[in-house]
């Protein structure tokens, strides 16, 4: 499910994925935001005002699960 980033969003604690590189900026950032929206979400942090994805805890899972399984 994508949205733009509410106030919520924005004042959440992002952290920069580990697998992110520090060339061309491409960084991915994730919160943890289980607290008030029951989801992990994830954000271009090229674009923070822009769209997040946001996924439930178990769809999470299983996309950091493929993620790994093709590095």
């Given at each position: 499910m994508s949205t733009r980033n509410g106030p919520f969003e924005q004042a959440a604690e992002w952290r920069k994925?580990?697998?992110s590189g520090d060339a061309n900026g491409q960084c991915v950032e994730f919160a943890d935001l289980r607290a008030t929206r029951a989801?992990?979400?994830?954000?271009d942090s090229k674009n923070?005002?822009?769209?997040?994805?946001l996924l439930t805890p178990?769809?999470?899972t299983a996309f950091l699960?493929?993620?790994t399984?093709?590095?």
């Amino acid at each position: 499910m994508s949205t733009r980033n509410g106030p919520f969003e924005q004042a959440a604690e992002w952290r920069k994925s580990s697998y992110s590189g520090d060339a061309n900026g491409q960084c991915v950032e994730f919160a943890d935001l289980r607290a008030t929206r029951a989801a992990i979400g994830l954000r271009d942090s090229k674009n923070v005002p822009g769209p997040a994805l946001l996924l439930t805890p178990a769809a999470f899972t299983a996309f950091l699960t493929h993620l790994t399984a093709r590095v």
